[in-house]
């Protein structure tokens, strides 16, 4: 069998092949409970299992604490990897480590409350917070509300949620973000999507949930990096951070591309041709060839801006606006360039892809949902980039 190699194959750096590896040894797993997962509209307990059991529920959480504390490169590389066999499953490790970056910069009394009895700990997070309410109590807020589309909240011990902060008195309130553990909220299943069905995304519910005020945080302070850590990971603003949504969005990508190549290299043949493989047709193999360099430009982008991000972060340089929505325009891109690779690919292997029993279906309807997560905008990517090109400093976003 023809194999591409393509950038997935680099070599790895010696921090991140044992993840890696780890991985590889429960995508067996994760492949098995996929479907069941599909069903359910949530990972299964043995997926659950395995993912903790690998040790991803600590890829954001800092070192001193026993995690791994990973950058967003190498997170992109290992969230690639698990949605290989499962893209929920990688997009839900993707969220824990997201929220687990965040929630390392709310102080040592914080992570003491998260990681003081271990470091797998799965987390969640919404940052939007309509409908929800916040009262002025001793020593923090009762909050009330919810919140939707908090993927991974079946698996999370931790919930990072979007709150208001009561500000003076007549004064409109202040957003900020909680920290509050699951077991204090309870869930509404509202989560029944066409694609990404195993994340579990359903609403969290609070009714007057008391937050100590060392579990709360002024969201202008996390954008804007005031009172943050000293590890270089914790730095990054969650603008850029957003990147390391793409990881399981390019591992879908990459096993479409294997699952076709599994098809062409089979012998099939091409219908309503004289071609007696798929594999003799010049169309074919230029779909391929064109499939294979979107995937791999949507790889360089990303990595370009993951190592930049990272870089900044390590030397405590303070990225410019240009360079901060550089990094969303690359998101933006990629997430066409995989969009592009995919739906060339499907057309190649036919009609028959779209089969219930073809697990390739399921691959594109992931990919297609995923890529309509509000950060992956390609059009508000380009405002962002545009205007900071041409010098215009106007807000688009406060995610940049």
């Not at 890529?371 to 205007?387: D, F, K, Q, S, V």
Request: with cysteine.
């Amino acid at each position: 069998m023809n194999s591409w190699t393509g950038t997935e194959r680099a070599d790895l750096a010696d921090p991140i092949r044992p993840l890696v590896e780890a991985v590889r040894a429960i995508a067996p797993v994760l492949r098995r409970e996929a479907d069941e997962a599909e069903r359910d509209s949530r990972l299964t307990p043995e997926a659950t299992r395995a993912l903790r059991e690998a040790g991803l529920f600590r890829l954001g959480v800092p070192e001193r604490w026993g995690g791994h504390e990973v950058s967003p490169a190498a997170s992109l590389h290992v969230t690639s990897e698990v949605a290989l066999a499962c893209p929920s499953s990688g997009w839900v490790v993707m969220v824990s480590y997201v929220a687990q970056q965040i929630a390392a910069t709310f102080g040592e009394q914080a992570r003491q409350d998260l990681w003081g009895d271990g470091a797998d700990v799965p987390m969640c997070g919404v940052f939007g917070s309509v409908g929800v309410g916040a009262v002025p109590v001793e020593g923090g807020l009762l909050v009330s509300g919810s919140w939707s589309w908090a993927s991974g909240c079946h698996q999370a011990e931790w919930a990072l949620l979007g709150v208001p902060l009561a500000g003076s008195e007549g004064a409109e309130a202040e957003r900020g973000l909680a920290l509050v553990p699951r077991s204090a909220l309870t869930v509404e299943r509202t989560w029944d999507m066409a694609g990404m069905r195993g994340t579990g995304s359903d609403t969290l519910v609070a009714e007057d949930v008391f937050v100590p005020f060392h579990r709360l945080r002024r969201f202008a302070d996390v954008v804007q990096g005031n009172g943050l850590p000293p590890e270089p990971l914790y730095r990054i603003a969650p603008g850029s951070m957003t990147l390391t949504c793409m990881g399981p969005l390019l591992g879908i990508a990459r096993e479409v591309f294997r699952l076709t190549l599994e098809a062409v290299d089979g012998g099939k043949p091409m219908a309503m041709s004289l071609h007696a493989r798929l594999a003799d047709s010049p169309s074919v193999q230029a779909a391929l060839a064109d499939a294979a360099t979107l995937i791999d430009s949507a790889h360089l982008h990303l990595a370009r801006s993951a190592e930049f991000i990272g870089a900044a972060a390590a030397t405590g340089a303070t990225p410019t606006l240009i360079e901060r929505a550089r990094v969303r325009m690359d998101m933006g891109h990629a997430s066409e360039c995989l969009r592009a690779a995919v739906q060339s690919l499907l057309t190649v292997s036919g009609a028959g892809s779209f089969s219930s029993a073809k697990a390739v279906q399921r691959y594109w309807r992931d990919l297609e949902t995923g890529c309509r997560h509000p950060t992956l905008n390609p059009g508000l990517a380009r405002e962002m980039y545009g205007r900071a090109l041409v010098g215009d400093q106007r807000p688009v976003s406060p995610m940049v």
